[in-house]
């Protein structure tokens, strides 16, 4: 079973602070995919990175693929309180099941 | 490192039959979870589950849906008479408290429905 390892598992920042969280493995996913899960809810999909070396934007929000597809990040620029969340990386192995990471707790404080 | 687990990775069945899929989430969790994702789309919170009765259900999960934590360890999810549009990938979750406690995914069972 291929695992991936997400951290840091807690983050808490000021305002208008960057930050970036990782996940890595040491297997390859055929696509990687960040969510953002709320209390009580269920994971929110925010994208999904496919090719080595891609990088997505979403807003402040930037994701990276690793170039040998083992590793990704996301780079929060300048966050906000409304960031705050728990935020869960997933890599898809090639029967389509998703391995999680065990998500970072972002608290962004006004 | 202790994990939810899921079987089987991938079911096939025909519309009107029933499916059982299968979780064993991490030993000590006390609240377990089921969620879908249709290809493509949100993941959708199903059933959470604790203390061997259902705690919340979402609207989705109407009477052709089921669950139950047969034994100790097994946390499953019935489908009576699965339906085209029940195709999906379904995720089991388990937390150790409940609330706003981290919940850890297993890795879906793709069921697809002819």
């Known amino acids: 079973t291929q695992l991936l390892e997400q951290s840091p598992q807690f983050l808490s920042i000021q305002e208008g602070e960057n930050l970036t969280v990782y996940c890595n493995s040491s297997s390859v996913f055929s696509s990687l995919q960040w969510y953002r899960q709320e209390p009580g809810e269920g994971p929110v999909l925010l994208v999904t990175v496919v090719t080595g070396g891609e990088v997505k934007k979403l807003k402040r929000l930037t994701f990276q693929f690793g170039d040998a597809r083992k590793d990704s990040s996301l780079h929060i620029t300048a966050a906000q309180p409304g960031d705050t969340g728990l935020y869960l990386c997933?890599?898809?192995?090639?029967?389509?099941?998703?391995?999680w990471g065990a998500g970072t707790k972002l608290i962004i404080k006004p | 490192e202790p994990e939810v687990t899921q079987t089987p990775s991938h079911q096939v069945t025909q519309m009107g039959q029933e499916v059982i899929l299968r979780c064993v989430p991490i030993s000590n969790h006390l609240y377990f979870y089921w969620y879908r994702q249709i290809l493509g789309q949100k993941v959708e919170f199903l059933v959470s589950?604790?203390?061997?009765?259902?705690?919340?259900k979402s609207e989705i999960f109407d009477d052709q849906f089921s669950v139950e934590r047969p034994d100790g360890s097994n946390f499953t999810l019935k489908i009576r008479s699965t339906k085209l549009e029940d195709s999906a990938m379904y995720f089991c979750a388990s937390t150790r408290a409940g609330g706003t406690d981290t919940q850890y995914f297993g890795p879906g069972t793709r069921l697809t429905v002819l």
């Open positions: 997933a890599g898809e192995e090639s029967n389509y099941q998703l391995i």
């Open positions: 589950f604790y203390n061997n009765e259902i705690s919340e």
